[in-house]
């Protein structure tokens, strides 16, 4: 170590995994802002919920890898297809994409996602993770708590027949949150993409085939 790097052992070990990373370098040769696009790329080319014409929804999307899959696959930069990425963080702009900096669990904002999508939306995506505490439980119970604010509002804004998409633990989804989402959806299934870190305890929910609760039914 060079007598001016004042860097962290856990940032150095950081740093370290991420040069050796072949998907942060294959993000950066494709010009993707993170990783995390391969993710999202495997995903869709196992479920094929990404389809040209389709309005996708992006939460907790900064800083913009998954918008960028989406962007392309949706054909959003020839306008048939709508984006929108929105993050707490605020995020440079992306061809393709519409971008708001928003605080998705505050009513209001769902007035301007909705007025951003133009329609109801095709595909929900929710790469959403709270910061980190340090502490298992707690960290738990925050990542729990925001797969079902995304899901809550995927309810709302999905049309029928469509797909959400969400970023949950090793485990996949609670066990009350599950059976909400197997009854408001055709399928439901946890997959772990190969860009996912083996040490990493993420795992992406897929449910598919949105069914709305009909008129006088209760909300699932």
Known sequence: MSAGDRRTPSSRRWLARQQRDPYVVQARRAGYRSRAAFKLAELDDRFGFLRP??????LGAAPGGWAQVAAERVAAKSGQGVVV???LLAMPPLPGVSVLTLDVSLPASESAIRQALGGAADVVLSDMAPNASGHAGVDHLRIVALVEQAAEL??????????FVAKVRQGGAEGDLLRRLKHAFASVRHAKPKASRAESAEVYLVAQGFR?????????
């Open 53 to 58: 014409g389709g309005r996708v929804l992006d």
């Open 85 to 87: 990425a929105v993050d």
């Open 154 to 163: 995927a309810w709302r804004l999905l049309r029928p027949g469509g797909v």
């Open 212 to 220: 709305p609760a009909r008129e006088g039914e209760p909300a699932t």
